[in-house]
């Protein structure tokens, strides 16, 4: 098993500001585990013993409501970690993670992340700087909520450009989706019917190639200004 320390992931994840000691411990404690896609990790509902992190792959989050279809919450990948919020509040899991392309997920259990938390007061903080962080982006989303499809759908592109997007070699963005086109869908609160018709739009407006799931963004500025247009920036 790769050390934690050694992990692609671990540099951002709220892990890092473990010292010497505590990086030891979590080496120590923590159970790596292979997914292929579309396995569960954890199911909404299920007691919550301890907290995930993912090592490498892309992992959906997902709910379900009473009603309706599952919600598509986040996507996730390497350094996150899974699961924190029900943990620190000791309920279920409010949410399911399904993996959504081959991953390895490290689990920490609950005695273990408990020392950790109580012997290194570095990493409550780091903890408690991530749901200040998630607070803000699902407000964030709340926000975007509120625009046009075509504009969820532009704030969704430049988000996942950080993590999966490349320039090729004549200088243009390329995004390679991570997730089908339904849970791109699920995943902006939209049918997939109105996303295939706000791709196609901005295709025909000369922002985008799409080829299935690559997308080749030829007008960065104009993704931004779909945002500014619409007062989401």
């Known amino acids: 098993m ?19 000691a505590g990086r030891a411990l979590l080496q120590r404690s923590a159970l790596c585990q292979a997914f292929d896609q579309g396995q569960t ?5 299920d007691p919550c013993c301890g ?16 009603c309706g279809d599952a919600l598509v919450l986040s996507i996730r990948h390497a350094g996150h970690t899974l699961g924190y919020r029900s943990f620190f509040a000791r309920e279920s899991h409010s949410s399911s993670a399904e993996a959504a392309t081959p991953c390895q997920v490290c ?13 290194q007061p570095a990493l409550a903080l780091a903890f408690l700087r991530r749901v200040a962080s998630d607070l803000r ?7 975007v909520s509120q625009r046009a499809v075509r504009c969820r759908l532009a704030a969704l592109i ?29 995943s902006i609160a ?32 104009a993704l931004f200004d779909e945002l500014s247009a619409s007062g989401a920036l």
């Open 41 to 45: 990790i954890f199911a909404q509902g």
């Open 190 to 221: 939209a049918r997939p019917e109105s996303v295939a018709r706000a791709l196609t739009q901005l295709v025909r407006d000369g922002v985008l190639e799409v080829d299935r799931r690559t997308l080749r963004i030829t007008d960065l500025d």
């Open 158 to 186: 430049l988000s996942l450009r950080h993590e999966y997007g490349c320039v090729d070699d004549d200088g243009t963005l390329v995004v390679k989706l991570p997730i089908c086109r339904r849970d791109l869908a699920a």
């Open 137 to 143: 982006s699902a407000e964030d989303a709340r926000v």
């Open 107 to 119: 689990f920490v259990e609950q005695p273990a992340v408990d020392a950790l938390i109580n012997s």
């Open 2 to 20: 790769t050390a934690c320390a050694q992990c692609d992931g671990f540099p951002r994840s709220e892990w890092s500001v473990l010292d010497a």
């Open 51 to 66: 907290i995930h992190c993912v090592a490498s792959g892309t992992v959906i989050l997902r709910r379900r409501p009473v």
